[in-house]
């Protein structure tokens, strides 16, 4: 009758304080499945799946900058694992490059425009994603 | 008069105390206790965040008829300073719908009303519909969005997809999902040889990974005696013959044999069987496993069917390949020669039980064989699966957990069915799909997405009513027998593997159609699917052309395009320079390799077609990835101009 005043302490949660996760380990099985998709974020996840559809093909499917049409270009795609290409990138550049593309921000007019595919809280998804590449190395 | 007054005192002052209880409930609330952390927590940001006003927050959406109390203690959802916050401040994923205008339990599930958090969070008791597991949250999406590509669900749209093709309306009602094709049954006794059957009876999988048909769990008796009445129906369907084999076939040599399987190859290649059928796990996904195929059905059959594949199995959606009947006996030698199973396990010897056929006709009636294999001597009632319609709103005190020690949720409970269908009941007849955890949980998503909850008709996406064109005439036939609609879309009916034929006729020039048909090259290397050659005479390509030409016309894609140089050469600078075109395409054998290589583009493609696929690309095929630039008209007719010089 005379409940305290509760706080979130009271109530412990049974996840981790990790960011909540869209994730496959959920209560019907114990373990978890080894794929790659386990712990990311639904912003994450979004951006996985418009990652693989738009940027895979030249930046390959783990961000390396490999994938099956990088073998022509010159300069190649940016590997989003190596943390010297990716020093001083900060989200205003991915998002300034992924909208306007190479040409947009004085680079290679070889990466494309994707504003016009994708608005911005997709391209916000991507880049959410391609962090979580950076930060996994 | 005294003992009344003490009386009146004590029972006055009891009066009080219970008078106070209300207030002072009210004022020691749970939720109090998480606004004032939650103006603890931001009051040590570096951001500027506004503290909450102590009190009971709610979003009341009248259209749906809900009230929502979460934001009481979740006050950090709009915030995005919170983002790295721990629950129950943490802020909200971006969404495309307003959290305003849809409430909470809209998506989450849950008890909107509830301000206590054991009365919100996980299996409250005797609440119908509970807080949605994570995992599962896109099967909320699906109560509204019944298209068939939900955007930013790709749980969701995968689950639908599993369970379209598994079929799973064979055996249970549920709406929105249409038969599959299966193959009949009828004259199976003449197409494969029993070791086979028997094997594949009880572990589909094992002859073809990629097979929708799930195993039943047969004991070994079971499979024998529902082989042996399978293969006493040999007569053939449509009162049909066989053809005998041709007398190429019988070889004097083995160099005779060695160029007939030779030729067999080449043909084999170029009629492109790999574009729908997987040869030893490579190559198209819609038709069977053709690694092993020698080993499961006899030569002659094999001619024969594809000979005339719709004789031998109804309906299916084979094309009839021309060949000669030499050349089909060369491609069925190269076939024998390759595609064998060499490590096709033998059966022990076996007799026929005497009531094989009472036994096998109970065993196919029992698990419903008849819903998804046509078989014309077996009428009759066969039984079913519940019905699946409504299966979202199931109440989880209404369910059987058995003996198991799962979750009893209705998400727990409909992924591990999906999983393993028979934990729960010795007695089920489910079968076992082989999903993986993965393709579970997108089943139970898809199935949790039919609720019976009634939402107000505004917020429901509906399917586009599928437009169902029939082409008629001599186009009509020749479309049906070499089912182009497996791979083409026209006029909205169709599977889009290849490309939507409708406006076919502005997009590609004519001399080009006709001669495609002669000699179809591929245009994108990179890609597994590609246009098979029908072998087809002169006269059924002029009549296709000629359709093409005259019918999948649109005229609001003419255009006039001047290719004076200057304009050419701007077109050169903005393919190079400016939007690097390059990149996914090739010219004169350098650029990329995503979209076809552009070096005759202008022999093969109309102006006007260019034109307005760069200005939008996606509204021509939207799972193209070519970018939208944005392009002037002037910039579209300059990258025309110059495309068009490329002959």
Same mark, same amino acid.
């Given at each position: 009758m005379f409940s305290r005043c509760a706080g979130p302490n009271s109530h412990p949660t049974e996840r981790t304080a990790a960011k909540d996760s869209v994730s496959i380990k959920d209560s019907a099985t114990s373990q978890s499945t080894s794929t790659q998709a386990v712990n990311l974020t639904y912003e994450q996840q979004q951006g996985k799946i418009l990652y693989t559809k738009y940027c895979s093909v030249c930046h390959g499917e783990q961000g390396k900058g490999d994938g099956f049409n990088a073998y022509n270009l010159d300069p190649k795609p940016r590997d989003f694992t190596d943390p010297r290409a990716m020093a001083g990138i900060d989200d205003a550049t991915l998002l300034a490059t992924i909208t306007e593309g190479g040409k947009g921000v004085n680079k290679s007019p070889l990466m494309p425009a994707w504003g016009g595919r994708m608005n911005k809280m997709e391209i916000e998804y991507v880049i959410e994603y391609v962090k979580d590449v950076e930060r996994q190395h | 008069?005294?003992? #009344? /007054?003490?009386?009146?005192?004590?029972? /006055?002052?009891?009066? #009080?105390i219970v008078l106070a209880v209300s207030p002072m409930k009210d004022f020691f609330r749970e939720w109090k206790g998480y606004q004032y952390a939650y103006n603890q927590l931001i009051a040590k940001l570096p951001q500027r965040v506004k503290p909450a006003e102590i009190g009971i927050k709610q979003i009341w959406v009248q259209k749906l008829d809900r009230v929502d109390r979460c934001e009481t203690c979740h006050l950090g959802l709009k915030e995005d300073a919170l983002i790295n916050a721990k629950e129950p401040?943490?802020?909200? +994923?971006?969404?495309?719908?307003?959290?305003? !205008?849809?409430g909470c339990t809209m998506c989450h599930g849950g008890q909107g009303v509830a301000t206590e958090y054991k009365e919100s969070v996980g299996n409250v008791k005797f609440w119908a519909q509970p807080m949605l597991p994570g995992a599962f949250i896109e099967s909320s999406c699906g109560k509204c969005h019944k298209e068939q590509n939900v955007p930013e669900a790709p749980v969701l749209n995968e689950g639908r997809k599993l369970v379209q093709e598994s079929n799973c309306v064979a055996c249970h009602k549920i709406e929105g999902y249409q038969k599959q094709w299966v193959p009949s049954l009828d004259g199976i006794g003449s197409k494969v040889n029993r070791t086979w059957l028997v094997n594949w009876l009880k572990n589909p999988k094992q002859y073809f990974s990629g097979t929708k048909m799930p195993n039943f769990l047969l004991s070994d008796e079971d499979a024998d005696n529902l082989a042996d009445f399978l293969m006493t129906f040999t007569a053939? +369907? %449509? %009162? *049909?013959?066989? /053809? +005998?084999?041709?007398?190429?076939? &019988?070889?004097? /040599?083995?160099?005779?044999?060695?160029? #007939?399987?030779? &030729?067999?190859?080449?043909?084999?290649? !170029? =009629?492109?069987?790999? *574009?729908c059928h997987s040869i030893n796990g490579k190559g198209g996904y819609v038709a069977t496993e053709l690694g092993k195929v020698t080993s499961k059905v006899n030569a002659q059959w094999l001619y024969n069917y594809i000979k005339e594949p719709k004789v031998f199995m109804p309906d299916v959606p084979m094309p009839r390949y021309r060949f000669t009947e030499d050349d089909l006996a060369s491609v069925v030698e190269y076939m024998q020669s390759e595609f064998v199973d060499y490590d096709m396990q033998q059966l022990p010897p076996h007799t026929p039980d005497p009531a094989s056929y009472e036994k096998g006709l109970a065993i196919f009636k029992k698990n419903n064989c008849a819903g998804c294999h046509q078989l014309q001597a077996v009428t009759g009632f066969s039984e079913l699966g519940p019905d699946l319609t409504y299966i979202g709103s199931k109440k989880a005190y209404e369910i059987d957990f058995? %003996?198991?020690?799962?979750?009893?949720?209705?998400? *727990?409970? #409909?992924?591990? &069915?999906?999983?393993?269908?028979?934990?729960? *009941? =010795?007695?089920?007849?489910?079968?076992?799909?082989?999903?993986?955890? !993965?393709?579970? $949980?997108?089943?139970?998503?898809?199935?949790?997405? %039919?609720?019976s909850e009634i939402i107000p008709e505004e917020y429901i996406v509906r399917p586009k009513p599928s437009a169902h064109f029939v082409p008629q005439g001599q186009f009509g036939k020749l479309v049906k027998d070499l089912e182009c609609q497996s791979c083409h879309v026209m006029n909205g009916t169709g599977r889009l593997v290849a490309t939507d034929l409708s406006m076919e006729a502005s997009q590609a020039q004519p001399q080009w159609i006709k001669a495609y048909f002669k000699i179809p090259y591929s245009l994108r290397p990179t890609l597994t699917e590609r246009m098979p050659n029908f072998f087809l005479s002169q006269t059924e390509i002029n009549v296709l052309g000629d359709y093409i030409g005259n019918v999948f016309v649109v005229d609001s894609l003419n255009r006039t395009i001047r290719t004076d140089a200057a304009l050419v050469s701007e077109g050169r600078g903005l393919y190079y320079e400016r939007y690097g075109c390059q990149s996914c395409h090739m010219i004169g054998g350098k650029g990329g390799y995503v979209g076809p290589p552009?070096?005759?583009?202008?022999?093969r493609l109309e102006p006007g077609w260019i034109f307005h696929w760069l200005k939008d690309p996606e509204a021509f095929r939207p799972q193209s990835i070519e970018p939208d630039n944005k392009l002037t008209d002037h910039e579209?007719?300059?990258? $025309?101009?110059?495309?068009?010089?490329?002959?």
């Open positions: - | 008069m005294g003992k #009344l /007054s003490k009386y009146f005192a004590v029972v /006055s002052v009891a009066l #009080l401040y943490r802020t909200h +994923p971006r969404i495309h719908h307003d959290i305003q !205008e849809f053939i +369907p %449509n %009162n *049909s013959q066989f /053809s +005998p084999l041709p007398a190429s076939k &019988k070889f004097s /040599s083995d160099t005779q044999k060695a160029k #007939l399987i030779d &030729k067999g190859s080449t043909l084999f290649g !170029e =009629a492109r069987c790999i *574009s058995g %003996n198991t020690k799962i979750e009893q949720t209705l998400p *727990s409970y #409909l992924k591990a &069915k999906v999983l393993t269908p028979r934990i729960f *009941s =010795a007695t089920a007849k489910m079968p076992k799909f082989g999903f993986s955890d !993965e393709q579970a $949980t997108a089943v139970t998503v898809a199935l949790l997405s %039919n609720a552009l070096d005759k583009v202008g022999s579209a007719d300059a990258l $025309t101009a110059f495309l068009t010089t490329l002959r």
